[in-house]
C-alpha cells in the first residue's frame, strides 16, 4: 500500500518540486515505513518551501532522535516551539517544550 502510495508522491513531486502538501505527505509515508533517513530528508525540504506551524518540526525531530542526531533534534523542537508560538498554538508548543524537556534533562 505505501510504496504506490509513495509513487505516487514522487511523481507529483517530479511535475511540482515545490508542492509542499506532496512533500509532507511523502514524509508521513516514510514515517509509516520507519525509514527514518528519508524522513528527514523530506521533512527538511518540507520545511524549505512551507511555513510550518510546527507539527513537522516535531516529526523532524522524533526521526533525528531515533537516528541518534540528539542535537539536531533538539534544534528542531526549538524550531517547532517558536513556529506554534509565532501561529498561535500554544498547546503544541506546550508539547514540544516536553519533548525537548526529556532530552536536556536525560
Do not use: C
Not at 498547546?91 to 524537556?101: C, N, P, Y
Amino acid at each position: 500500500m505505501s510504496t504506490s502510495r509513495i509513487e505516487a508522491l514522487q511523481k507529483m513531486l517530479d511535475d511540482r518540486p515545490r508542492d509542499p502538501r506532496a512533500r509532507f505527505g511523502l514524509a508521513l509515508e516514510y514515517e509509516r515505513l520507519e525509514r527514518w533517513d528519508d524522513v528527514v530528508l523530506q521533512l527538511r525540504e518540507y520545511l524549505s518551501v512551507s511555513d510550518d506551524e510546527g507539527n513537522a518540526y516535531g516529526r523532524l525531530a522524533r526521526a533525528l532522535a531515533l537516528l541518534g542526531r540528539v542535537d539536531e533534534a533538539r534544534q528542531a523542537y526549538r524550531d517547532g516551539i517558536q513556529a506554534a508560538t509565532r501561529h498561535g498554538h500554544p498547546t503544541m508548543a506546550a508539547d514540544l517544550e516536553e519533548e525537548l524537556a526529556e532530552y536536556d534533562n536525560g
